[in-house]
C-alpha cells in the first residue's frame, strides 16, 4: 500500500438540520473536515495507506475529531495535540437559487499558531509516495505559510509527489496575496488543481473549453508543473450541477464526461476531486482515466452528507464505465 | 423606518417530518404562521417597522406563537391576548405527483370571536405607511368582516395605502360568498393581489400572458385600483415549479422573469410574494423591478422550511439581478 | 368487499436517516416490509379486505411487525406465531448517481423455516377472491416453495384467481434455479407479473415497447396466462426516474401512459404497481385502465417513505385523470 | 375472550421533546389517547376483546388516530366518523418542582357534538361483559351527556357490569356541575373509581387509610356501588411518586402495596390503573389481588412515553410478585 | 415596568443530545446563553423592562443569538453588532458520577475585544432601576474590565442598583487575579452575589451555616454592600442536588428553605438565583422572602434545557408557598 | 503500552430512541456491542494496545462495526472478514418497575461460523500481556468452543495472563451446559470474573459479603485461580442501582465501597468492570485499589448510552478517590 499524506486543518464544521437556516437552528448536525482532511478519507477510503498530518486541540472535541478520521480508516499518529482551539465552521445548505452558505471561525485555531518545529517533516516523509496540500493552509498565518513550505520541500528532498489545490477563498485569503503564495510554492510542486481565472481575465462560470485550454498552456509555460487540472463546474442552482474537468501535462489536453448531479451536499465535492484524481495518477490511470474517475468521485461526494466521500473504488469505477442508471443495489 | 401594519390569524402549524405523510407521522414540527403573518415578518427581514394586529390566546402555546413573531423582529404589541383557542392546520408536504396536503381547525380560535371594539385602530394606523390584509380574515366569521372593514376603513381615513390579497381558499369560503366580500372592500384597496380566473371563464393552470391582462383590464375597468398583480405559477409537480407574476397599473402591463424552483415547502410562498412586492413599492421601485423583486423573494421563500421568508432584501435583490448559481457563498 | 389474500415475508427495514450511508449511520429508521405484505397494505388502503398470510417470530419485534399492518387495516388472523427470528433488511436510500443499496438477512427467518403443514390454506381461501404471492417466497427455502405451491393449489380449488410477480433478486437465487421454479407455478398463475429480459436476450434497461410486446407474445404462446403485464421502468438515476408498463391479454397489447417520478424512496415502488394492477382487474376495469392506474399507484408510493403505498384510490385516480400539478390541497 | 366496550373521546396529545417547555418547543411528539382510549389499549393488550365507541372526524389525522388504537389491537368498527375535529391537547411533561401542563383544545370535537341517535347501542352492547366510561365524557357536552346516559341504560338492560371513573378536572367542569351529573348515572354504577375528598372535607394529598375508608364507607351507604376503588397518589416531586390504592365492596376495605415510581410520563397513569383492576375483576381476582395488579399496572404506565400502558399481563403479575428489581430481562 | 440592564457576553452553547459524551455526538443542541444574558431572560420573563447590552458579531450566528433574546422578550436596542466571532462554548450533560463538562471556546470575541467608547452609557443607563454584571465578563479582556467599571460608573452616577455576581471560573480566571478585580469594582456593588470559601480557609461544599454567617460578616466588614448573599449547594451527585441560600444585610442572616432537584440541566441555575433574587429586591420583598424566592426560582431552571429560566413569578411563587408536589396542572 | 487482546462477538445492537418500548419504535439507535469488544474499548480508552480478534460479516454493516472499534482506538488487524451475517441484539431501556429487555438475534453469525484454522494465535499471542474472553462466546457454538480453547492454550503458551469473565446468560446456554464448558477452560483461567450462586444454593440477589466469601473460597479450593472477583449489584430498580464488588486471591478477600447510580444505560456495565479491573492489575495495583477501581469504571458506564464506556484512567481515578460529586467541571 503506498504511503499518502496529507497536511491541513480539520474543523469541526456546524449544520443546521435538513433545509434550515441557520436563525431556524436549534440543533447543529456535527462533522468534521476540511480540504486536506477530506482528501485524506477518500485516499484511506480507496485503499492508500494515509496519514493527515496536523495540529489539534488536546480536549475532548479534538478526541472527537480525530476519533472520526481513524474511524475511516486515516492514520492519525503524525497529528500534534495542544493548542488553543478547534477550528470551526458554520454550513448551511442551499437549495434551488439559495446558495449554500460557509461562515469561517477558524481563526487562531491549533494549527493556524503550529510552529513548523514541532513536526518532524524527516520522519513524516519517509516512504511515501504522495504528499497533498492546499492552498488554504499557508492563507491562514505566517507560521502555516512556513509549515506548509517546509513540508513541500521535504518532499522534494525525499522524491515525494505533491499536488497543491489552490482552493483559493475569497474570505481567507486577497487574490494578490494568495498569488504570492502560491509562487513561493510553485517550484515544489508536481500537480496544480485548480486555476485562477480572474488572473486569466475570464469570469468564473464562463470557462469554455478554448479558454481552459489556453489558461493551462499559459501555467504549463511559466511553472511547468507534471499535471494541471481543473474542474469545470456548472452551477444551474444550488440543487443542480453538472460536474466535469479538465488536464493537461504540457502535451495532450483532455476533457472529462459531463456529470449532472442533483446535490445532497456540496462541501468536499473539490476534495473528491482532488482524491480522485491523484488516485488515478498513483494507479497509473491515463490522463484521460483519471480526469473522468475524479469527476466520477466528486459526483458521488454531491450526494453524500458532510465533507467525507465514503466511496470505494469500485463505485466510482462504475460511474467511469457508466452505470449512472442508480437502480437499486438488491 | 416606514411602519407596515398585517391583520389576521396567527395559527400553529403541525408538519409532519420529512416527505412522511399523516398517517405515518409520530412527531410534527410545530411552526407558527398564517398570511399576514407572514407577511409581516418578510417585512421585518426587510427591514420596515412591522407590526402584526390579531388577537391570540392567552396560554403558552399563544405564549409561544408570539415569541416567535418577536423573535423575527415584529413588533407585537398591537396584539390583544384571550379568547379561547389557537387555531392549528396540518400540513403534508408534497412530491411529485403526490400534492401538499393542508387541513384546517382554525374554526372559533381567538381572532374569529374577537370583536371591532377590541381594537384600537385609530392608535394602530398612526403613521403607518402600508396596511396588508387578506381575503381569508374576512371569510373567517362575521366578526373578522367587522374588523377587517373597519380597519380598511381606518387606514382609509389616515391615507395608509392599503394591499390586498384574495387569497381564496374553497375550504373557507365559497366563491360567490367571497365575492361578495371583495365587493365591500374594494373601495379601501389600493393594490389588489390575485385574480380569480374562475370569474373570468379562464380555468385555473392555463392562464396566459393575455387572459391575464385581458382579466386585469376588466377589474380595473370596474374597479380602478392602482396596481392589480398576480402570480403565474406553473405546478409542474409537487416538488417543480416555475414562478412568474404580472402588475398592471391602468396604464402598463408588465410580466416578469420566470424563475424555475425545487420546492422544499411550498407554503408561504404567495405571502413572500406579497411582501417582495409591497417592500419594492414602498421603497420606490419601477412597476417592472417591483413583480420582479416580488417573484425572486417568491422564490427564496418556497426554499425555506415553515411559512417565514427568513431572507434579507440583499439576497432577493442578488436574484433578481441574475446572480441564481446558487454557488457556495464562503 | 372481496377478500384478498398475500402470502410472504414480513421484514424489518432499517434504513438510516436522510441520505446518510450505512457507515454514517448511527440511527435507523424502522419500518416493515416485504413484497407481499406491501400488496396487502396497498389492497386494504384501496378498501378490500385483506388477508397477509406468513409465520412470524414470537417476540415483540414480531408484535410490533404485525400492529403495523393492523394500523394499515391489514387482517392479521392467518399469522402464525413462532420460529427464530425476523428476517431483516438494511437499505440505504440511493440519489444521484449513488444506487441504493440493500442488504438482505434474512435466511432461517420464521417463515423460511415454517412447514406447510402449518397453514390451514381450505380454510384461509374460503371466499377469497385474489391471491397473490411472488417469486421470492419459494426462492427462499424448500419450505417455502412447499407452501407457496400448496396455497396456489388450493387457490386452484377453490377458484381463487392467482397473481405472480416474479421479482427475481440475483442475490436470492440464480436465474436458472428461479426459471425452475416458476415453470412448476406456470399452471396456477392467472396473472403473471415481470418478465425476465435475460431469458429473452434483450438486456434490462434497453425494453423496448416491440420487444417487450414480442416477449410478451412468447411468454403467451407457452404458457396462456390471463393477463402478462411488466413495468418500464427507466432509471435516468437513483433520483429521478420515468414509470411506465406494458400488458397483454393474449389479444391486446396495451403500454401506459409514462410519468415522470421523483423518488423519495425507491423501495415497494413495484409492490405498488402490482397492488394497483390487481385492484384494477378486481374493479373489472379495462386493460388500458388497469395499467394507467398501476403506474398512477406506483408512481406515488415513490413519493411516499417505507415499503408501504399509503394512498386512497382516489388520490391514484386523480392522477389517472391528468391532475398531477401537486397544486397544494387546501 | 369477554367482550369489553368503552366509550369517550380520543385526542390528538402533542408533547414537547424530552423535557422541553411548550415555548421552547419547535418539535411535538404526537400521539393520541383519552381516558376510555387508553383503557381500552390496556385491556386489548391484556387479551378481551376490545371495543372503543366514539365519533371521530373524517379526515387524515382522524384515520391516523384510529389506526393508534387498531394497531394496539382495540376493535375500531363501532366508531362513527364524521364531524368537524380532532379534539386535542397540548402536555408538558415536568420535572422535580415543575409540574406537568396540559392544556386542552377539545371543545366542538365530533364527539362532543354527536347525537345519541348515531349510537346502535343495542347492538354495540351485545354479548358484552364489560362497560368502562369517565366522567369527563358526559361533562363535554349536553350531547355527550344522552350519550353517556343511553349508553348506561342500554348496559343495565343487557346485563354489562358498568365502571364509571370519576375523573373529574377542574377545567372541564365545575365541582358542584360534576356532582349533578354522577348523580345521574348512579343508578348504573356497578364500579366506581374514584373519590372527590373535597366534597367530604379532605384536602387531596392528605388522604390517609382512616379518611379514605370513612368516605367509601359514605358512599356506599349512600349509593351502594358493587365496588368503591380509588388511588392514592403520593406526589413527591414530578420525577417522583408513590402509587397505592384502596377497594371496599360494602364489607372489607383492603389497601393495597404501595409502589415507588420514577415518572417517565405522568398522564395515562389512572386509566392504566382502571384497566388494571378492571381486569383483575373480570378474572375473578380477589379484591386483595385486584387492588395490587391496578396499581402494578399503574407502576409500569409511569414508565412509558404516550397516554398508552403498552403491557401483557404477565408483566403486571411479575410485580405483583415481588420482582421489582428491574434486572435486565436477557 | 422597572428598566433592568444586563451587560455581558452572549455565547453559542452546543450540547450534545441527551446524556451523550462528545465522542459520541454527531448533532449538537444549538443554544445561546451566558450568566448576564440568562440573568436578563429570567428578569424579561417576570415582566421587567429588560435589556442586555453587548457586542454581538454581525453574521447569521449572531441574529440568530441575538433574535434568542428578543423571542423571550430581552431588549436588544443596546447591543452592538460587529467584531469577528461569537463565543461558544461546549456542555456535556452528566449524570450520577460523571460531572457535566464544560469547554470554552471564547477568546477574541466580539465583546472580548470591544472597546468602552462603542458604548453610550449615560443613554443606556437613563431610568435604569438595575443593572447586572457578573465577575467573568471583566475576566474576560482588559477591554472587559474598562467596559465593566465604566458601566458601573455610570450606574452610580445615575444611582442605579447595582449586583455584581462573582462567578468565577477556574478556567477563565486565576484566583488571584479575580480577586483584584473585585476590588477595583467593590465601591460601586449594592449587591455582591457569590463568595470565595478558599479565601476564608473554608473548602467548597464544606459550607455549613456557622461558616456562611462568619464570611458574610467578614466581607460586610470590609466592603460594607448592602447586601450579601450566596447559594448553598449541596452536590449529592451530577443527577441530584440540594439547593438553598443565605442572605445578610449586616444585620439579619437568614438562611432559606432547601429544595431538592433532580437535575434536567444544571447551567443558568446560578443564574436563575441572581434573577430570582433580583426580583424580589425590586418588588421590595424581605430578606427571608427574597432568599427563597432565589431558591424556588433556581430549582425550576434546574428542571428546563438550555441556560434559560423560562419560568413565571407565578410558577416560582407557587414553589415558595410550597406546592412541591408537581401534580398535573391540568 | 501493554498489549491487551479481546475475542468475542460484535453486534449490533438496535435501541429504542428515549424510554419507548420496541412496539412504540419507529427509529432505532444503532450501536456496536458485544462483551469482549466492550472491554476492548475500555482498554483501549485506558491507554493500552488494544486488538479485538473476530470474524465480521463482509459487507457495510460489518464495515460501520469495524469502524467504531477503530474510532475508539482499538486495533482491528486481526478481524477477519467473511461468513453470512452480522449478529444482532434488540435493547430497550427500562425505567423503575419496567426491567430492560434484550431481544438476541445473533444465530449463524460470522464468528459463529468461523473456524478455528481462520486464527493466526500464534502471531496474535506474540508480546501479549493480558487476553480476555467472556463465557458467551464457546457458548454461541461449536466452532467458538474450539477457538476460545485454542486461544486460551496459545495463551498459556505464550505465557499470556488470562481474564474469564463467565457472563451467563439463560437465553443463550443451560446453566448445566454452561459449567461444563467453564470447566474444559479453567486449567488455562488466571482470573474469573463472575459466580454462580445457583451452584451454591445462594439466591441471585440474597448474596451477602459471608455468602460471597464463602463461595470465592469453594472456587479457590477446586480451582486454584489467582484471582476470583465478583460485582455485588444491588438492583433497587430499573432506575437505580447500587454497585460494589468483592475479590479474593486465595488469601485476602475484600469488598469495594459501594456506588449509588442512577440508570442512564445499563448494557455495558458488567464489561466495564472487567476493563476496570484489568487496568488496575495489569497497572500493578492492589487488590483493593483494583477493586474500587473497578467498581468506580462500572458506575461510568451506567451513565453512558451505548456499551462504550467512553472514559478515561483519570475519571475513574478522580471517583476512587471520593470525587463523586458531579459539580460542572468548568
Given at each position: 500500500m503506498k504511503k499518502v499524506l496529507t497536511l491541513g486543518e480539520l474543523m469541526l464544521r456546524l449544520t443546521p438540520m435538513h433545509y434550515n437556516r441557520f436563525?431556524?437552528?436549534h440543533r447543529f448536525r456535527a462533522v468534521y473536515g476540511g480540504g486536506e482532511a477530506n482528501v485524506a478519507i477518500s485516499m484511506a477510503k480507496f485503499g492508500y495507506d494515509t496519514y493527515f498530518i496536523s495540529k489539534i486541540v488536546d480536549n475532548e472535541i479534538g478526541d472527537a475529531a480525530i476519533n472520526q478520521l481513524r474511524e475511516f480508516n486515516v492514520n492519525t499518529d503524525y497529528i500534534i495535540r495542544g493548542g488553543e482551539r478547534m477550528g470551526l465552521y458554520y454550513s448551511e445548505i442551499g437549495s434551488s437559487q439559495r446558495a449554500p452558505k460557509v461562515i469561517y471561525d477558524r481563526k487562531n485555531s491549533s494549527i493556524a499558531r503550529a510552529k513548523v518545529e514541532e513536526f518532524d517533516f524527516k520522519k513524516i516523509f519517509k516512504d511515501a509516495s504522495l504528499f497533498f496540500v492546499s492552498g488554504i493552509l499557508p492563507a491562514l498565518s505566517k507560521n502555516c505559510y512556513d509549515i506548509t513550505l517546509e513540508a513541500m520541500k521535504e518532499a522534494k528532498r525525499q522524491k515525494v509527489m505533491v499536488a497543491f489545490d489552490l482552493n483559493w477563498r475569497s474570505?481567507?485569503?486577497?487574490l494578490e496575496d494568495a498569488v504570492k503564495i502560491y509562487n513561493d510554492f510553485s517550484p515544489y510542486i508536481d500537480i496544480l488543481i485548480g486555476i485562477l481565472p480572474q488572473l486569466h481575465d475570464v469570469k468564473e462560470g464562463e470557462l469554455t473549453r478554448d479558454s481552459v485550454e489556453k489558461i493551462f498552456r499559459e501555467i504549463?509555460?511559466?511553472y511547468g508543473f507534471k499535471y494541471i487540472v481543473s474542474t469545470l463546474r456548472q452551477s444551474l442552482?444550488?440543487?443542480?450541477?453538472?460536474l466535469s474537468a479538465a488536464i493537461f501535462d504540457g502535451k495532450n489536453f483532455y476533457e472529462s464526461k459531463k456529470l449532472k448531479v442533483r446535490i445532497v451536499d456540496r462541501v468536499g465535492g473539490g476534495d473528491a476531486f482532488a482524491a480522485g484524481l491523484l488516485s488515478?495518477?498513483?494507479?497509473?490511470?491515463?490522463q484521460e482515466e483519471a480526469i473522468d474517475f475524479a469527476v466520477a468521485a466528486s459526483s458521488l461526494k454531491h450526494t453524500i452528507k458532510g465533507d467525507f466521500n465514503l466511496v470505494s473504488k469500485e463505485k466510482v469505477q462504475r460511474i467511469v464505465n457508466g452505470n449512472v442508471s442508480g437502480r437499486i443495489d438488491w
Amino acid at each position: 500500500m503506498k504511503k499518502v499524506l496529507t497536511l491541513g486543518e480539520l474543523m469541526l464544521r456546524l449544520t443546521p438540520m435538513h433545509y434550515n437556516r441557520f436563525v431556524q437552528s436549534h440543533r447543529f448536525r456535527a462533522v468534521y473536515g476540511g480540504g486536506e482532511a477530506n482528501v485524506a478519507i477518500s485516499m484511506a477510503k480507496f485503499g492508500y495507506d494515509t496519514y493527515f498530518i496536523s495540529k489539534i486541540v488536546d480536549n475532548e472535541i479534538g478526541d472527537a475529531a480525530i476519533n472520526q478520521l481513524r474511524e475511516f480508516n486515516v492514520n492519525t499518529d503524525y497529528i500534534i495535540r495542544g493548542g488553543e482551539r478547534m477550528g470551526l465552521y458554520y454550513s448551511e445548505i442551499g437549495s434551488s437559487q439559495r446558495a449554500p452558505k460557509v461562515i469561517y471561525d477558524r481563526k487562531n485555531s491549533s494549527i493556524a499558531r503550529a510552529k513548523v518545529e514541532e513536526f518532524d517533516f524527516k520522519k513524516i516523509f519517509k516512504d511515501a509516495s504522495l504528499f497533498f496540500v492546499s492552498g488554504i493552509l499557508p492563507a491562514l498565518s505566517k507560521n502555516c505559510y512556513d509549515i506548509t513550505l517546509e513540508a513541500m520541500k521535504e518532499a522534494k528532498r525525499q522524491k515525494v509527489m505533491v499536488a497543491f489545490d489552490l482552493n483559493w477563498r475569497s474570505s481567507v485569503i486577497k487574490l494578490e496575496d494568495a498569488v504570492k503564495i502560491y509562487n513561493d510554492f510553485s517550484p515544489y510542486i508536481d500537480i496544480l488543481i485548480g486555476i485562477l481565472p480572474q488572473l486569466h481575465d475570464v469570469k468564473e462560470g464562463e470557462l469554455t473549453r478554448d479558454s481552459v485550454e489556453k489558461i493551462f498552456r499559459e501555467i504549463y509555460n511559466y511553472y511547468g508543473f507534471k499535471y494541471i487540472v481543473s474542474t469545470l463546474r456548472q452551477s444551474l442552482s444550488a440543487s443542480d450541477n453538472t460536474l466535469s474537468a479538465a488536464i493537461f501535462d504540457g502535451k495532450n489536453f483532455y476533457e472529462s464526461k459531463k456529470l449532472k448531479v442533483r446535490i445532497v451536499d456540496r462541501v468536499g465535492g473539490g476534495d473528491a476531486f482532488a482524491a480522485g484524481l491523484l488516485s488515478a495518477i498513483l494507479d497509473g490511470k491515463s490522463q484521460e482515466e483519471a480526469i473522468d474517475f475524479a469527476v466520477a468521485a466528486s459526483s458521488l461526494k454531491h450526494t453524500i452528507k458532510g465533507d467525507f466521500n465514503l466511496v470505494s473504488k469500485e463505485k466510482v469505477q462504475r460511474i467511469v464505465n457508466g452505470n449512472v442508471s442508480g437502480r437499486i443495489d438488491w
